[in-house]
């Protein structure tokens, strides 16, 4: 198997490859203000040093304009050529093997469910493990039911994280299929993202859900992953190989509920590929009840993710803070928009401080107004639009 596409490339010396000639190659490093911008200023944090080149001459590369081709001439290249990368990526991995790994805790009502999303597939799984993660209820009795097909784990409750590396660590296939134990797959879910695995360099393919709120790019890079999280766990399936280069998720408290993006960040970083399979093969559940409580722990273990990957790449304390601060006025907006008061004040509070502007401001100021005030400007709002008044609640 390949390793991934390394952050350095070789110079030919010879007729051979000098690993004493290797230079930074800044095309494969993550594009992230302070990290890499086209220049060399950031370069020295990282440790590495950019090799300046001339301007490459790009007269030589102009090829003479052919004559268009008949439309059934090209027709039947495009399907020649679909044909035979189909039969080279089937000959290549005749038999890809993968598992599906649920971490599951006090989730009784909902294992049921997934499970069965799982053994429905059109290309069913190997393995199936379920790791009950310390549950007080019957999850790890419902499971069970479904001895003949289901491995089931149970372990002390140490977080999602641990449960899914658990998971991994218990099966032997060669890819990795998530799947939270409130979710569900779609029937041909797996079989449409296995056709994605042919490129070794391929680390991660994900897929879109009910509830995704737009599109990801076809290849998902640093950058993305920096500005969002636009991946959902629920939806991808991971290369063994690629899990253990990174060392799996991180188990820390602190990074509870977002352990999969600082996973799909350091994937990132280490030069694998994040495929995505432009459909929507998976049913997200959303939680309910304690959003106020649930959207400031995610924005604290948020800003410990950021904290964590700046300190792997020795990124500019200036940039992981412009990150962070930009996050505190995110979720303080959503906790404004719920009327949360509190919580948002909290929120919005810390970049009012740090860095003060007029819109951070205006929102800080707006926890101090009733709510049925900010609730009857809303619905005027909505009323000049000509729109359905919203409830309380939205």
Known sequence: MLAPPSLFRHRRTGTGLSPTASTFNPELLPCVPGLYTGGSAAIPALGFRQERKEPRNTSRLLLPVSKPRPMFASLLQT????????????????????????????????????????????????????????????????????????????????????????????????????????????PEKMERQMALLGDSRVGVVH??????????????????????????????????????????????????????????????????????????????????????????????????????????????????????LKLHVKHGRSLLHRREMSSARRLLGVPLRESPCRETLRLWLATFVPARLLDLRRNFRELSRGTELPSRSS
């Open 79 to 186: 399907i020649t050529y679909s044909a035979f990368r189909i039969t080279i990526q089937s000959a290549m991995h005749p038999n890809l093997r993968y598992c599906a790994v649920i971490p599951v805790y006090n989730g009784a009502d909902t294992i049921a469910h997934a499970i069965e999303s799982v053994l429905a597939q059109t290309n069913p799984p190997d393995e199936v493990v379920v790791v009950d993660d310390g549950s007080d209820d019957d999850s790890a009795i419902v499971a069970s039911r479904y001895s003949s097909s289901v491995h089931v784990v149970r372990q002390p409750n140490a977080g999602p994280g641990a449960a899914r590396n658990r998971g991994v660590r218990d099966s032997s296939a060669e890819w990795v299929a998530f799947l939270d134990a409130d979710d569900t797959w779609l």
């Open 207 to 324: 897929a879109r859900g009910t509830l995704s709120p737009s599109p990801a790019p076809p290849i998902v890079t640093f950058e993305n992953l920096w500005a969002e999280n636009c991946i959902r766990l629920s939806s991808t399936i991971v290369r063994r190989t690629a899990w253990e280069s990174v060392g799996g998720f991180d188990e820390s408290p602190g990074l509870i509920s977002v352990e999969d993006h600082n996973l799909w960040l350091r994937l990132a970083v280490a030069g694998w590929t994040i495929v995505t399979c432009p459909e929507d093969l998976i049913q997200y559940n959303q939680a309910t009840g304690g959003l106020s409580y649930r959207t400031e722990s995610f924005a604290r273990a948020e800003f410990t993710n950021y904290d964590k990957i700046g300190e792997l790449l020795k990124l500019e304390r200036e940039v992981v803070r412009s990150k962070i």
